[in-house]
């Protein structure tokens, strides 16, 4: 059994210089990455009676160990560096067939 890890990550002003930090890093650590840029999704959430939204990018990594203490840590310095309050990371076990 393998996991693909995602992360959700907004778009902003300086998305191309994040972007490429973070797909170094993956890459380095997990030895590759994909990162679906070119068709930004759309996120909505309700926050105090108005509906937010962000443009995000999916970023995803398929290991064969979950090291949650790992991505937790990565999650909160890319909060920091973002200046978020939450970037969603999530994993699901997948089959490879």
């Given at each position: 059994m393998s996991y693909l890890v995602e992360v959700l990550l907004p778009v902003c002003d300086d998305a191309?210089?994040?972007?490429?930090?973070?797909?170094?890093?993956?890459?380095?650590?997990?030895?590759g990455v994909t990162m679906h840029v070119n068709a930004p999704a759309?996120?909505?959430?309700?926050s105090?009676?108005?509906?937010?939204?962000d443009r995000i990018v999916v970023v995803e990594v398929m290991t064969d160990e979950l090291d949650?203490?790992?991505?937790a840590a990565y999650r909160k310095e890319l909060e920091?560096?973002?200046?978020?309050?939450?970037?969603v990371v999530r994993a699901s076990e997948v089959e490879r067939l």
């Open positions: 191309g210089h994040i972007l490429q930090g973070v797909r170094d890093k993956l890459t380095n650590t997990f030895g759309e996120g909505l959430w309700k105090e009676g108005d509906v937010d939204r949650r203490k790992w991505w920091l560096r973002l200046d978020q309050e939450e970037i």
